[in-house]
């Protein structure tokens, strides 16, 4: 099995399933077929993870999650233009893209596995970090980041607001899986981990609470903002705010 294949079946099953349909909303559709990449399990940067300054010790390695991995796949799903239009408008976030943040993260929980699955078919070993009993998070760290998976699997660079600005842009969902299968590396077309973000400071003055500034974004004000949403929107959560209405939302900017 090659990536291309995986790609191909990722984007069948975005088409298809009905987890990535919203029908109380005339049927929206949640999500883009995604962008794909692989990291290698022995990368450099998958050590550098287990530093303070970047995630710290608890970060486990490919290895630690699959003692056989051969690769990492590491995928981003972007919003469809109607969800991210929608939340373009300031204030509290719009009813597609609350749906896209919970029904959404529903339909890549359904993706993870689906991949899981036709690689176990194919006789590879294939794990999802986030859904192992193992996933833990820790102060606000997990032990396995989707974001720094998606950079070193050649995804895309980091944000002043702590996204992941992909080649589809910031706004949208990641997912990954280790698994024995080996494959080629997907090559990083970037040295910085912030390369394409241009700082123009756009996804400032879109935050509700302020938490983004020049300097980057505060955790803890935007984690309060998510749990009062919550409370008003129950099950349902977000803001993306700062990954819409920027020059970031569905592309690199400037280019
Ligand atoms: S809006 Fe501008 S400053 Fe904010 S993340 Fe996007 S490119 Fe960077
Ligand atoms: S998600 Fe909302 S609250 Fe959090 S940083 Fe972005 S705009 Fe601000």
Not at 39 to 61: M, T, V
Not at 118 to 131: I, K, M, R, S, T
Not at 185 to 207: D, F, K, L, M, V
Not at 230 to 252: H, L, M, S, W
Request: hydrophobic letters at 40%; glycine letters at 8%; aromatic letters at 8%.
């Amino acid at each position: 099995m090659r990536l291309e294949q995986l790609a191909a079946a990722a984007a069948n099953f975005a088409a298809e399933s009905p987890l990535n349909r919203v029908p109380s909303l005339g049927g929206l559709q949640i999500f883009d077929p995604p962008l794909m990449g692989v990291a290698a399990p022995d990368d450099p940067l998958f050590a550098r993870l287990k530093e303070p300054a970047a995630i710290g010790p608890h970060h486990l390695s490919p290895h630690e999650w699959l003692p056989a991995a051969g690769a990492v796949v590491s995928y981003f799903l972007p919003f469809t233009a109607a969800v991210r239009h929608a939340n373009r408008q300031p204030g509290l976030p719009a009813a597609e893209w609350l749906y896209g943040r919970f029904e959404g993260e529903m339909f890549n929980d359904a993706l993870r596995r689906h991949l899981a699955d036709l690689l176990a078919q194919a006789g590879h070993q294939a794990l999802v970090p986030v859904l192992e009993p193992r996933f833990a998070v820790v102060e606000r760290r997990s032990n396995w980041s989707e974001r720094h998976v998606a950079h070193i699997a050649g995804l895309g660079t980091f944000s002043l607001n702590c996204s992941l600005i992909t080649t589809r842009g910031a706004a949208g969902r990641l997912g990954s899986l280790v698994t024995s299968l080996a494959l080629e590396p997907t090559p990083r077309p970037y040295t910085g981990t912030h390369e394409y973000c241009t700082n123009c400071g756009a996804c400032i003055g879109r935050c509700p609470p302020a938490a983004i500034d020049g300097n980057g974004k505060r955790h803890q004000p935007c984690s309060d903002y998510l749990d009062a949403v919550k409370i008003r929107f129950q099950p349902r959560y977000g803001c993306g705010k700062c990954q819409t209405a920027v020059p970031c939302e569905d592309r690199i900017p400037g280019r």
